[in-house]
């Protein structure tokens, strides 16, 4: 089996889990989500951890605090999201990244806050963003995947068009020094993907989800994904180059790790709520 019918099969499975997930309600979105959590941060721990300055039994201990921390952090937000419980619950999410400078005054490393900005970054480079799937999950009041799922396949169609068109166009470095590969053709190619499956969406959505958004929202939802993926993947592309690794996982074959696959959303998903939160 040849490297493109690998990612094609595992994209069309992971598509299904992650629409399906969404689509089904909104405890199957807390399942799915909370899952890519601990899958993220995991990953995350595998590839940072030699650089950790602990012995062997705090590298574990870190790796499972952080998670307990992130799958917390997504859950306070996902019940103030769900109007669940009230608003000012958000500011227990400050406690978590602060813990970690209590916790490095007990493992006698000889670099404390070393660690404390690599454990910290797991909260703010994974476990925040990803958790702005529930404030879109629920900006209407309810639960509706009518923002959150078209973001998701902004995202993909921008990947799936950028690869494309960088392949068949691709002259011009988009940023050479960081992703010698990526191209301004390849860009541009994702924008106008993402921009056709926003008004694809515009569409047929309505009548799938009950909620009418206009065109020019889904097209501005479209570009914003298209352009913060962008940065996301770069981001990532800088980090795996920082680390000399050419993936972050083999948990999906043919796209490498979770952070492979999700490093765009992680931007866009924050964007996106931005951009809903002060216009809608």
Known sequence: ???????????????????????????????????????????????IYN???????????????N?????TIFGIIYLVASKKIPLISLSMVSIFPLTWLIIEMYTKSDRPFYNVCFN?????????????????????????????????IFAWSNDSFAYLSGRLLGKHKLFERISPKKTWEGFFGGVAGAILFAYLIWLFFP???????????YIVLAVITAVTSTYGDLVESMIKRNLKIKDTGTALPGHGGFLDRFDGLIFSLPACTLYLTFTQ
């Open 67 to 71: 998670t307990i921390f992130s799958v």
């Open 51 to 65: 650089l950790l300055s602990s012995g062997e039994n705090w590298k574990l201990l870190y790796k499972i605090i």
């Open 120 to 152: 910290s970054m797991a909260i703010f480079y994974l476990a925040v963003p990803l958790s702005c799937a529930s404030l879109l999950a629920f900006h209407a009041g309810e639960y509706s995947w009518h923002y959150l799922l078209p973001i998701m």
């Open 207 to 217: 009548s799938w989800t009950g909620h009418e958004v206009a065109l020019s929202t």
């Open 1 to 47: 089996m040849n490297e493109l019918t690998t990612r094609i099969i595992t994209g069309f499975f992971f598509l299904i889990v992650m629409v399906g997930g969404v689509v089904f309600n909104e405890y199957s979105f807390l399942i799915l989500f909370s899952l890519l959590v601990v899958l993220c941060i995991n990953e995350y721990y595998a590839i």
